[in-house]
């Protein structure tokens, strides 16, 4: 019995240190995306040598991290439905918003940096999903019928990128955030201003979505936080 317990223990041991190592870097490349190894083991409590024993080199580090992030927003963003495809879009902003909010620098490296092509392919999924709801919601008249749906979704999905680039560049709030994301992706759906804050007021559901909870911080999964309201409208300055 004591064999096997010593036989077992440096294996959990490793995978705590792995672990450890990965939310640490989520940490330091948050901070500084270009953060060294030596600054993630520092942040890891471990040595740089420690880190070697489970990565190469930085860049598969930071390779299982942006990868690791994006299967969780996919996850998270499963169980995600709504029979009008106007609220299903901006559900799915709303939840990617909640995911990303609290790593919002590591999340724009992830998606707009070396790795955005390997970051893609994990997120395949939820193109797919986010191209479903635009097809059914044009064929039931609730979106725009003026530009093709794979354009459509890929211009919702780039709109969620830009308020993603906007937060990073002004530090924009949780719950501003939260409604600019809902604001553009109806914009995009083909909705004035004016609708989409009526269409907001009166769906409970689009009130701030709180992220996953989750057994460890990825890139793109922070740590839960209580609901709060969705702000008002802008009563200017939206497109129309």
């Not at 299982?64 to 969780?72: D, H, K």
């Not at 996953?212 to 936080?225: H, K, S, T, V």
Request: one cysteine or more; hydrophobic letters at 50%; aromatic letters at 2%.
């Amino acid at each position: 019995m004591t064999s096997l317990a010593s036989a077992r223990a440096p294996r959990k041991d490793a995978a705590t240190n792995r672990q450890a190592l990965i939310e640490a870097a989520v940490v330091a490349l948050d901070r500084d995306p270009d953060a060294s190894l030596e600054t993630i083991a520092t942040t890891a409590g471990l040595s740089r040598r420690a880190v070697y024993g489970h990565f190469a080199t930085r860049d598969d580090l930071v390779r299982e991290v942006v990868q690791r992030g994006a299967r969780r927003i996919v996850e998270a963003l499963a169980g995600i439905t709504h029979d009008d495809s106007r609220i299903h879009v901006a559900l799915i902003g709303a939840r990617l918003w909640a995911e990303v909010e609290q790593v919002r620098v590591m999340a724009r490296v992830a998606v707009r940096g070396p790795l955005a092509r390997e970051v893609g392919g994990e997120l395949a999924p939820l193109r797919a999903e986010l191209l479903r709801v635009v097809e059914r919601g044009i064929a039931a008249d609730e979106l725009r019928g003026d530009i093709p749906a794979p354009t459509l979704a890929r211009l919702i999905e780039g709109g969620a990128l830009a308020v993603l680039d906007e937060a990073t560049r002004s530090d924009i709030g949780r719950a501003e955030g939260h409604t600019l994301v809902i604001l553009t992706s109806l914009a995009l759906c083909g909705l004035d201003w004016r609708a989409a804050g009526e269409l907001i007021a009166a769906t409970p559901e689009l009130r701030e979505v709180a992220p996953r909870a989750a057994e460890a911080p990825a890139p793109i999964a922070p740590a839960a936080a209580a609901p709060v309201p969705v702000s008002p409208a802008p009563t200017a300055g939206a497109a129309s």
